[in-house]
């Protein structure tokens, strides 16, 4: 079947880390993607990671897959208040594109 | 390009009254799809396509028609509205990846915010 888990909520400091986490079902999933939504708006690619890759980096982000475990994370490094936001985890098997219920990110100053 | 367009922005609705909303991509993209944002419950998919002429049901399709006479157009119509269909609406388009199983990256269209009442 296919399923995304997401936790539902983060809270951070400005400046610390953020990690969000993910767990998907489908194994057969090519590209794995992050993406984000801010208030009012639709969702914009973040990052995204091949299914043969363990971890990729772009500037302040870094995705981490376990293709084992099914899981996969964001992490957010120098968490900024404009980083505040839903941060959606998607997997995609057999060209369909599903998506986790969605982390809210809140950044406090 | 303007990328993926929805029209209207904001619409109210009567139970049992039925309207269209408008999606279209200027980016070629073979796949488009309609999904219902909802509280608590994440991007669920209605209806998407594979190309023109060809439609198929997503995870949530009940109360809901859509067809796809030109790559660019995806309208997606409300029968009969009901206040369980109240939502945000988001249109995506992208285009395959020959190839592979995969999927490219998905553009999303601003939404379209529909109260039932």
């Known amino acids: 079947g296919e399923d995304v888990e997401q936790s539902l909520f983060l809270s951070v400091r400005e400046g610390d880390s953020s990690v969000i986490n993910c767990t998907y079902t489908?194994?057969?999933?090519?590209?794995l993607y992050w993406y984000k939504q801010e208030p009012g708006a639709g969702l914009q690619l973040l990052t995204y990671i091949f299914s043969n890759m363990d971890m990729k980096q772009d500037q302040r982000l870094t995705v981490l897959l376990n293709k084992k475990d099914k899981h996969l994370s964001l992490r957010i490094a120098d968490t900024q208040t404009g980083d505040s936001a839903i941060y959606f985890c998607a997997e995609t098997p057999h060209q369909k594109v599903t998506f986790g219920i969605g982390t809210k990110l809140q950044v406090i100053p | 390009n303007a990328g993926v367009t929805q029209t209207p922005k904001f619409q109210v609705l009567k139970t049992g009254q039925s309207m269209t909303l408008q999606c279209a991509q200027d980016m070629n993209h073979e796949y488009m799809s309609w999904y219902r944002q909802d509280p608590g419950m994440g991007l669920r998919l209605i209806h998407y396509?594979?190309?023109?002429?060809?439609?198929d049901q997503g995870e949530v399709p009940n109360g809901y028609n859509v067809s796809r006479s030109t790559t660019e157009d995806f309208p997606l119509r409300l029968l009969s509205a009901a206040p369980s269909q109240t939502s945000v609406y988001f249109c995506?388009?992208?285009?395959?990846?020959?190839?592979?199983?995969?999927?490219?990256?998905?553009?999303f269209g601003p939404g379209t915010r529909l109260t039932v009442l």
């Open positions: 489908d194994s057969s999933s090519t590209y």
């Open positions: 396509s594979v190309g023109a002429g060809i439609t």
């Open positions: 995506a388009s992208r285009r395959g990846i020959k190839g592979t199983s995969g999927a490219g990256e998905q553009f």
